[in-house]
């Protein structure tokens, strides 16, 4: 009979495998603990901080047998920070985790039988690609602090330098911690509690890769925000500066941004480009984090759509239009089916300053329209799906069986509601042909995928 763990034992076990966030998965007999910053194939000493009935957690105490992967991470604040999970990982075994990570969800969620993943689409520069980041500011017995938030938990790491950044958030959050300190402006978060009446929230920087343009929002809890002039002169020494904003939050919630914005300089949106297209980026504007890697991903999923110029593409959570537009290229007509109206309107003057004419814009649920289309005598031959974390509605996978377009392309951000809606697909007559991983996410757990599944004709 095995001896069961408890509490502070310190032990030797040889690691497995590897949890969907990246932590090493060691077995005392057939006991799994999950722990942060080990890797599959070593050995190591840990010690136990939470034994559960089935499974507990643990704490690396020392490496004893290392990965070839292991590398030292380049970032001081890598263990107290939560926003990278794997930087100890060298680029290989980054990517080989997620593409393990994309199959193990289609076989073992979705049930599927398709085991011909494709390796990972990497970057040869695995830094610097974030062109948002929403940094939360406060203050720590009285010094004040910007960075992000340790793991698990709202205490913020203060930080000078984030490596996956783009080097002109580090300057904005350089000027910003010198305006806030030189003149004592109060925060909204004070150690790890709350101050309603503090003034700072967040700030959330949005760089153009493409055109240079930068945006800077600064999240307070009211609009007299004294020293603006200050702020603003500092940050107008930037390269490529181009608007600040006020973004007015008085709610007691974790959500970011609140609903009204002050313009401070400048305008309400920049601009950058994917390919051969260029979007507008308003404070609220939903584009992927990572512009290089984007446009891999949607070069991918046109060529998964197999698209002669003869088509009508159903494109369902189009949100600003991105990928309708990035179809529209080779596409007879596209429909982009979102929910959100802002997002609808953003959409809409993306196609009109691209002068795209191809593609028309609808608001309304995804599963909803596209039976509506259909009652029209309107039938996709090509559906594109680009669902958020939590992945497609039920009732739209049912609808897409209904309406029976040849092909299904699906952009993933999370492999586990990727392997859910490829069962339900499968069960309504889909197969899966390819799957190819996207790394838009360098030195975190976070993966895209592609999938492109075909009717099965009976």
């Given at each position: 009979?095995?001896?069961?763990?408890?509490?502070?034992?310190?032990?030797?076990?040889?690691?497995?495998?590897?949890?969907?966030?990246?932590?090493?998965?060691?077995?005392?007999?057939?006991?799994?603990?999950?722990?942060?910053?080990?890797l599959?194939?070593?050995?190591?000493?840990?010690k136990v901080?939470?034994a559960?009935?089935?499974?507990?957690?643990?704490?690396?105490?020392?490496?004893?047998?290392?990965?070839?992967?292991?590398?030292?991470?380049?970032?001081?604040?890598?263990?107290?920070?939560?926003?990278?999970?794997?930087?100890?990982?060298?680029?290989?075994?980054?990517?080989?985790f997620?593409?393990?990570?994309?199959?193990?969800?289609?076989?073992?969620?979705?049930?599927?039988?398709?085991?011909?993943?494709e390796?990972?689409?990497?970057?040869?520069?695995?830094?610097?690609?974030?062109?948002?980041?929403?940094?939360?500011?406060?203050?720590?017995?009285?010094?004040?602090?910007?960075?992000?938030?340790?793991?698990?938990?709202?205490?913020i790491?203060?930080?000078?330098?984030?490596m996956?950044q783009?080097?002109?958030?580090?300057?904005?959050?350089?000027?910003?911690?010198?305006?806030?300190?030189?003149?004592?402006?109060?925060?909204?978060?004070e150690?790890q509690?709350?101050?309603?009446?503090?003034l700072?929230?967040?700030?959330?920087v949005?760089?153009?890769?493409?055109?240079?343009?930068?945006?800077?929002?600064?999240?307070?809890?009211?609009?007299?925000?004294?020293?603006?002039?200050?702020?603003?002169?500092?940050?107008?020494?930037?390269?490529?500066?181009?608007s600040?904003?006020?973004?007015?939050?008085k709610?007691?919630?974790?959500?970011?941004?609140?609903?009204?914005?002050?313009?401070?300089y400048?305008?309400?949106?920049?601009?950058?480009?994917?390919?051969?297209?260029?979007?507008?980026?308003?404070?609220?504007?939903?584009?992927?984090v990572?512009?290089k890697?984007?446009?891999?991903?949607?070069?991918?999923?046109?060529?998964?759509?197999?698209?002669?110029?003869?088509?009508?593409?159903?494109?369902?959570?189009?949100?600003?239009?991105?990928?309708?537009?990035?179809l529209?290229?080779?596409?007879k007509?596209?429909?982009?089916?979102?929910?959100?109206?802002?997002?609808?309107?953003?959409?809409?003057?993306?196609?009109?300053?691209?002068?795209?004419?191809n593609?028309?814009?609808?608001?309304?649920?995804?599963?909803?329209?596209?039976?509506?289309?259909?009652?029209?005598?309107?039938?996709?031959?090509?559906v594109?799906?680009?669902?958020?974390?939590?992945?497609?509605?039920p009732?739209?996978?049912?609808?897409?069986?209904?309406?029976?377009?040849?092909?299904?392309?699906?952009?993933?951000?999370?492999?586990?509601?990727?392997?859910?809606?490829?069962?339900?697909?499968?069960?309504?007559?889909?197969?899966?042909?390819?799957?190819?991983?996207?790394?838009n996410?360098?030195?975190?757990?976070?993966?895209?995928?592609?999938?492109?599944?075909?009717?099965?004709?009976?």
């Amino acid at each position: 009979m095995e001896k069961m763990m408890k509490k502070n034992d310190e032990l030797v076990l040889e690691f497995v495998d590897q949890g969907h966030q990246g932590e090493g998965i060691g077995k005392s007999g057939h006991y799994p603990l999950f722990v942060d910053y080990a890797l599959p194939g070593e050995k190591a000493l840990v010690k136990v901080l939470k034994a559960n009935k089935n499974y507990g957690f643990g704490k690396l105490l020392e490496v004893l047998e290392k990965s070839p992967h292991r590398v030292d991470p380049p970032c001081p604040y890598y263990e107290q920070c939560g926003g990278c999970h794997l930087m100890h990982v060298d680029g290989e075994g980054q990517r080989s985790f997620k593409k393990k990570r994309v199959s193990d969800a289609l076989t073992r969620i979705g049930k599927s039988t398709f085991d011909q993943v494709e390796d990972t689409v990497g970057m040869e520069v695995p830094y610097a690609y974030r062109n948002k980041v929403q940094i939360p500011l406060g203050r720590v017995q009285g010094k004040f602090v910007a960075g992000f938030y340790a793991k698990r938990s709202h205490r913020i790491i203060d930080i000078e330098k984030c490596m996956v950044q783009h080097p002109q958030g580090d300057a904005v959050l350089g000027i910003l911690r010198l305006w806030a300190e030189k003149f004592q402006l109060s925060t909204y978060q004070e150690d790890q509690g709350v101050n309603p009446k503090g003034l700072l929230r967040h700030v959330m920087v949005r760089k153009g890769f493409h055109t240079g343009d930068l945006m800077v929002v600064l999240v307070v809890t009211n609009k007299d925000v004294p020293h603006l002039e200050e702020l603003l002169q500092e940050l107008k020494g930037l390269e490529g500066f181009q608007s600040l904003l006020l973004n007015i939050n008085k709610e007691e919630t974790n959500v970011v941004l609140g609903k009204e914005n002050m313009i401070i300089y400048g305008k309400e949106a920049i601009h950058d480009t994917i390919g051969p297209f260029t979007f507008k980026i308003s404070p609220y504007s939903f584009f992927q984090v990572n512009p290089k890697q984007t446009e891999v991903m949607y070069e991918k999923a046109m060529a998964y759509a197999g698209l002669t110029g003869e088509e009508t593409v159903f494109d369902c959570y189009s949100g600003a239009g991105t990928i309708s537009l990035f179809l529209s290229q080779k596409a007879k007509k596209v429909y982009g089916i979102e929910v959100v109206k802002e997002a609808v309107a953003d959409a809409k003057e993306n196609a009109k300053i691209n002068e795209v004419e191809n593609v028309e814009f609808l608001l309304g649920k995804s599963e909803e329209v596209i039976l509506e289309l259909m009652n029209q005598g309107i039938y996709a031959d090509v559906v594109v799906v680009d669902p958020p974390r939590k992945g497609c509605d039920p009732i739209l996978l049912e609808a897409i069986g209904e309406i029976k377009p040849k092909r299904l392309v699906y952009v993933s951000c999370d492999p586990g509601s990727l392997g859910r809606d490829v069962g339900i697909m499968e069960s309504l007559g889909y197969q899966v042909e390819k799957v190819t991983p996207v790394d838009n996410f360098p030195q975190s757990f976070h993966v895209e995928t592609v999938v492109l599944m075909s009717r099965v004709e009976k």
